[in-house]
């Protein structure tokens, strides 16, 4: 297929600098939803040809084509748009300091007296009332309730010990 010289380079130059592209498995769309001037089809026949030669890497799943530079494709199209050495694509650009820019010892959101369990301390401090878990104290507070509705405990099984005629976990 022809594809003028502009619409390849305007495709190789979105593919170098972002180093992904995505492409909709759509014929008749008129235009690329990102890159300007070259059609749909323009930009799946330009990925079809640098998959073929071993440029890119290419999945696909849910209609849309997921396009990754090789090594040999940042070569191969830094030659083709006479790129220095120094440029790369922003898949390959090291990330530099925290993107949000706040210090960590900050009293954000996060900040103040949070749960027990995210201080470092015991999972059983966390959940028991007075600073640690009493299956039977709590299971005596349920007493009164199942003989109530004449309930059954649902938890009589193995590994189980009786309270006043009734089940506790242990």
């Known amino acids: 297929m022809f594809i003028p010289k502009a619409n390849r380079i305007a495709v190789f130059k979105y593919l170098f600098s972002e180093g992904v592209l995505v492409v909709k ?14 059609t749909n089809l323009e930009v799946l026949m330009l990925v079809k040809s ?12 849910w209609q849309y084509n997921y396009v990754y530079l090789t090594p040999e494709g940042i070569e191969y199209l830094r030659t083709y748009l006479a790129l220095p050495a120094e440029v790369v694509p922003a898949t390959h650009r090291k990330v530099t300091g925290r993107p949000e820019g706040r210090d960590r010892e900050e009293d954000g959101k996060f900040g103040g007296d949070g749960r027990p369990a995210f201080r470092g301390g015991n999972d059983r401090e966390y959940r028991g009332r007075d600073g640690g878990l ?4 709590d299971f005596r507070s349920l007493l009164p309730w199942i003989k109530e509705n004449d309930a059954v405990a649902p938890w009589a099984c193995v590994g189980c010990y009786k309270v006043e005629d009734a089940y506790a976990v242990v």
């Open 50 to 61: 640098l998959e073929s030669k071993g440029y890119v890497r290419v999945t696909f799943n």
């Open 134 to 137: 009493d299956v039977e104290e």
């Open 25 to 38: 498995k759509d014929t008749v769309s008129s235009t690329h939803p990102h890159i300007e001037g070259p």
